[in-house]
C-alpha cells in the first residue's frame, strides 16, 4: 500500500505520542513526543496522548503521573481523549481491552488468524532446535492447521489448554516499510511467522494494541524511536488484515551519549524531570531536543518554540543518530535565561526555588527578594540552579570555600584590607551601589592599592566565596550591617586561620 506526506491536506495529520508509563519520561521519548507535537501544530493537525499500559507487570500510575507532568512542563498538550470538558485523556490502552478483544475475533471468524495452543515447553523445543541448527527462530505454525477441529468444537490438539491467538502471516515476499526518515527498508516475510497478537490472559500485545489504534485512531504519522522499526511490518500487516490502511512511518535514530554509545542513565541525567529539578528552561531544553535530528539549515540553532512550529519538517529529519552534547544544552539554557524579562526569570525562581536549600528564605526575615537578586546573576547564570549556588550567601549561613579560605588566610595584607574597607562603608550614606563604588574606590586609592587586590579579601569576607555577583551590587543587597559583620567576622577568622594556612601549606610542601 502506497502513501505519502502530499496526500494529506494538513490540518488531516493525526499524530500520537504512546509512552509505555514503566517510568520517567527521558529525552528520547520527550523528543519523539516534540516532533510528534510540532507536525501537528504546524499543519493544524491533531496531537494525541495514548498511554501503552498493557504491560500489566512493569506499568503503573505513578509513572503515568510523571509523563503527564514532563509533557506538560515541557509545554506539550494534546489535543484529545476520553473526559469531559477540557480536561481530556489521555487514551490508555487498558480502557480500550473491548476494542482489541472484538478486533481478535474478527480476525479469527475470518480465518485471518488462528488459536495457538503450544505450550512453553513445546515452543522452547523449537527454539532449541532452531539454536542448533543456527536459523533465526520462527514459530512453526504447527497450530495453524488444527483450527477446522478446533472449530468443530473438539478442542482440537490443544483440548484443555491455555492458547494464545496468532496472526497469519505469508510466509514470503517481503514487507515495505516507505519510511520518512530512513527510506525504503523491506522486511522478509519469512523471518516473521505467525507472531501472538492476543496473550493467554487475554491481554493484547504491544504490536496488535499498536496496530488496532493507529487505524481507529486514525492515526496518519507514526514518528518514533528506530527501535520500533522492526516492529513496523508487524503492524503493518495487522493493520491489513483488519482491511485499515497502515499510517505513515519515521523512525527515529537514538540519541546517543558523548562516547557514541545509545544515551543512558549511564551518561548522568536522562529524564526530563532531572532536567527539570537542575534548573534548566523548558524553551532550551526544545529547542535542543528538536535539533537532535532536525535542522532547519547548516548555521541555525536558535528557535523560540513559535520559530520551531513554523519551521519544522518531517523531511528535515536527518537519519544519521545525533550525539547528546551537555555543554551545548547548558550555553543554550544560559542564552534562553539571559533572554527573559527579569521579572519572568524571577517568577520561574519562585516555582524553582521551593525544591532546593534556599526553599522559603527569600523575603523572609530581612532577607533580599529574589526581584533584589535576578539583575546581580541573570548574566552569569546557565540554570536556575546557577542562582542557588551564586545567592545562597546572602539567606544562609555563611560557609567559606576551602580556595576561598586559603585565599583569605594566606594574604599578609587581609586584616588590613578588610579594615580600611569597613571603614569605608561605615561612612557611605545612602547605602547604594553608586555611593559605595565611588567609596571603595577612593578608600583603595587612599591607601594605594589596586581596586581587583582591595576587594579580593572583601568579597571572601562577605561570601565565603572567590567568585560573586558584582561587589559593590552584592553589598548593597546584604546592607550595611550585615556587611561590616561579615567583615568583623572573617578578621577573626583570619587570626585563627593564619594557624590553619600555615599547617596547609606545609602538608603542600611535604
Ligand atoms: N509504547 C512504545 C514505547 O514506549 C511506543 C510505541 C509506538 O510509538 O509505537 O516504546
Known amino acids: 500500500m502506497e502513501n505519502s506526506v502530499n496526500d494529506l491536506k494538513g490540518s488531516d495529520i493525526r499524530v500520537r505520542f504512546a509512552p509505555s508509563p514503566t517510568g520517567h519520561l527521558h529525552l528520547g521519548g520527550a523528543r519523539t513526543a516534540l516532533y510528534n507535537w510540532l507536525l501537528a501544530r504546524s499543519s493544524g493537525g491533531a496531537f494525541v496522548l495514548r498511554i501503552e499500559d498493557t504491560d500489566t507487570e512493569r506499568s503503573n500510575d505513578a509513572a503515568i503521573d510523571q509523563i503527564i507532568t514532563s509533557l506538560s ?137 499498536v ?111 545525533a550525539a547528546f552534547d551537555m555543554d551545548k544544552l547548558l550555553w543554550m539554557n544560559g542564552h534562553y535565561i539571559r533572554e527573559l524579562e527579569p521579572v519572568e526569570l524571577a517568577e520561574r525562581l519562585e516555582a524553582y526555588l521551593p525544591g532546593t536549600k534556599l526553599a522559603g528564605l527569600p523575603g523572609r526575615d530581612g532577607n533580599p527578594d529574589i526581584d533584589d537578586l535576578v539583575p546581580l546573576v541573570q548574566e552569569k547564570m546557565k540554570t536556575l540552579e546557577d542562582f542557588v549556588e551564586l545567592t545562597d550567601f546572602f539567606f544562609l549561613p555563611l560557609e567559606f570555600e576551602k580556595k576561598a579560605l586559603r585565599k583569605l588566610t594566606g594574604n599578609d595584607r587581609a586584616a588590613e584590607l578588610l579594615d580600611a574597607a569597613a571603614e569605608a562603608l561605615q561612612q557611605v550614606e545612602p547605602f547604594d551601589i553608586e555611593n559605595i563604588e565611588a567609596a571603595l574606590r577612593r578608600k583603595a586609592d587612599e591607601i594605594d592599592v589596586k581596586l581587583g587586590k582591595f576587594l579580593q579579601p572583601l568579597r571572601i569576607a562577605v561570601s565565603g566565596k572567590t567568585v560573586t555577583p558584582g561587589m559593590f551590587e552584592t553589598l548593597s543587597v546584604l546592607g550595611r550591617d550585615k556587611s561590616l559583620d561579615r567583615i568583623t567576622n572573617a578578621l577573626t577568622l583570619r587570626d585563627v586561620g593564619s594557624q590553619s594556612s600555615i599547617t596547609q601549606d606545609q602538608e603542600d610542601a611535604g
Not at 477540557?86 to 490508555?92: D, E, I, S, T, V
Not at 488462528?114 to 515447553?121: A, F, G, L, S
Not at 546517543?256 to 526530563?272: E, F, N
Request: one cysteine or more.
Open 211 to 321: 496496530a488496532i489504534d493507529d487505524t481507529a485512531m486514525e492515526i496518519t504519522h507514526v514518528i518514533r524511536g528506530d527501535d520500533h522499526l522492526p516492529n513496523t511490518p508487524k503492524q503493518i500487516m495487522v493493520a491489513e488484515a483488519l482491511g485499515k490502511k497502515p499510517p505513515l512511518y519515521g523512525h527515529l535514530p537514538l540519541i546517543l551519549g558523548p562516547d557514541r554509545a545509545p544515551l543512558s542513565k549511564r551518561h548522568g541525567a536522562v529524564s526530563i524531570e532531572e532536567f527539570r529539578s537542575r534548573g534548566f528552561l523548558r524553551e532550551a531544553l526544545c529547542n535542543y531536543l528538536a535539533l537532535l535530528g532536525w535542522s532547519f539549515d547548516a548555521e541555525s540553532t536558535l528557535f523560540s518554540m513559535d520559530e520551531l512550529v513554523e519551521k519544522f519538517s518531517i523531511e528535515r529529519v536527518g537519519s544519521t543518530a
Open 73 to 209: 512542563w515541557l509545554g506539550l498538550d494534546w489535543d484529545e481523549g476520553p473526559g469531559v470538558g477540557g480536561a481530556h485523556g489521555p487514551y490508555r490502552q487498558m480502557e480500550r481491552r473491548q476494542l482489541y478483544a472484538d478486533a481478535a475475533e474478527r480476525l479469527l471468524a475470518e480465518k485471518r488468524a488462528y488459536r495457538c495452543y503450544c505450550t512453553p515447553e513445546e515452543l522452547d523445543g523449537e527454539r532449541r532446535e532452531a539454536r542448533k541448527r543456527e536459523v533465526p527462530y520462527v514459530y512453526s505454525g504447527r497450530c495453524r492447521n488444527l483450527e477446522a477441529s478446533v472449530d468443530a468444537g473438539n478442542g482440537g490438539g490443544g483440548r484443555g489448554r491455555e492458547s494464545v491467538i496468532r496472526l497469519k502471516t505469508p510466509s514470503e515476499g517481503h514487507t515495505l516499510v516507505h519510511d520518512l526518515v530512513r527510506g525504503e527498508v523491506s522486511f522478509e516475510n519469512a523471518l516473521c511467522g505467525d507472531f501472538i497478537l492476543v496473550r493467554s490472559n487475554g491481554v493484547p500485545t504491544y504490536n496488535f494494541a
